[in-house]
């Protein structure tokens, strides 16, 4: 009848077309439902049933008499989320077929063990037990956006096998760095490429990839850019340093798995232990992978039923 624990973390339907919507009750009294639903025809997909009376929600999940006919009489209901704990949103931003989306929602909305969404498509889903993991994603701004939260974004928002992770950006912008430590900001600044996109307001910026005359600079950028300046230049730079690495410890383990980029990497990802990197170029698939390792790691529990 009813196979799973309706205590466990990160409960979200396998296909949205499993769930129902029952609309303009007359009660949600547990009693009542149960009554009013058993003996009624259900289709053939339906296993969670999204009772609705006003404003108020309560999710059912259903038993019906086979799996083999378009439809056939429900046999049995079990209530998992009363109203005081379910929470229906409306948020076309939603895809209610990726776990992540439907965690992003529910952690807009604390609180509540279960968050009911409807959204893109009009399709309505749910996560129960809301509890997914937090993966901070530290990264070096400018450019705008992120390109790493951008990459770890696109890669969830497709991902349908993966649990629910919540994006947690650590975002540490150049600028500001380069302010703190230089102190009048230099006139002359040199950057790794025009990907890093910087424009600072009456500063000169030359890019090293481009092997520029020598000027009196400051470099704004981490070991390899360094690197290659020694190589040009056959010295190394006035250099202020924005390597992701040396913002890490702001960032406690207790925080939730952390990922983010190293210059030195060439390809795949690396496993270190304050965080998961992956190359500064990075791939989509580099940064699924990346993920993926990190899901590993972290054993996050989750039902995908």
């Not at 470099?219 to 250099?239: A, M, V």
Request: glycine letters at 4%.
């Amino acid at each position: 009848m009813f196979d799973f624990d309706a205590s466990a973390r990160n409960i979200v339907p396998n296909r949205y077309r499993q769930v129902a919507l029952s609309t303009d009750l007359t009660s949600l009294d547990p009693d009542w439902l149960i009554a009013h639903f058993t003996g009624r025809e259900a289709y053939m997909r339906t296993r969670f049933i999204v009772a609705r009376k006003g404003q108020e929600t309560t999710l059912l999940e259903v038993d019906r008499e086979n799996d083999t006919d378009l439809f056939s009489p429900i046999t049995a209901v079990r209530v998992l989320a009363e109203p005081q704990d379910c929470l229906y949103v409306t948020d076309n931003w939603a895809d209610a077929g990726i776990p992540s989306h439907l965690a992003a929602v529910a952690d807009r909305h604390p609180g509540f063990r279960c968050v009911v969404i409807e959204g893109r498509y009009s399709h309505v889903s749910f996560i129960l037990n809301p509890d997914p993991i937090r993966l901070h994603v530290l990264d070096i701004v400018p450019p705008f956006p992120s390109k790493l939260v951008d990459q770890v974004t696109r890669v969830l928002d497709g991902a349908e096998d993966l649990p629910p992770i919540v994006v947690v950006p650590v975002l540490t912008d150049s600028r500001e760095v380069l302010a703190d430590e230089r102190n009048p900001v230099p006139q002359q600044l040199l950057v790794p490429c025009r990907g890093s996109g910087i424009d600072v307001d009456n500063i000169s910026v030359s890019y090293l990839d481009e092997r520029p005359a020598e000027k009196d600079w400051v470099l704004l950028g981490c070991e390899r850019s360094d690197q290659i300046h020694n190589w040009f230049y056959k010295k190394p730079p006035d250099l202020v340093d924005t390597c992701p690495r040396k913002f890490l410890p702001q960032l406690s383990q207790s925080d939730g798995p952390v990922l983010t980029r190293c210059c030195l990497l060439q390809e795949g990802i690396e496993d270190r232990a304050d965080a998961v990197f992956v190359p500064w170029g990075a791939s989509l698939d580099e940064v699924r992978d990346a993920i993926e390792l990190i899901v590993e790691q972290t054993g996050v529990a989750w039902s995908h039923i």
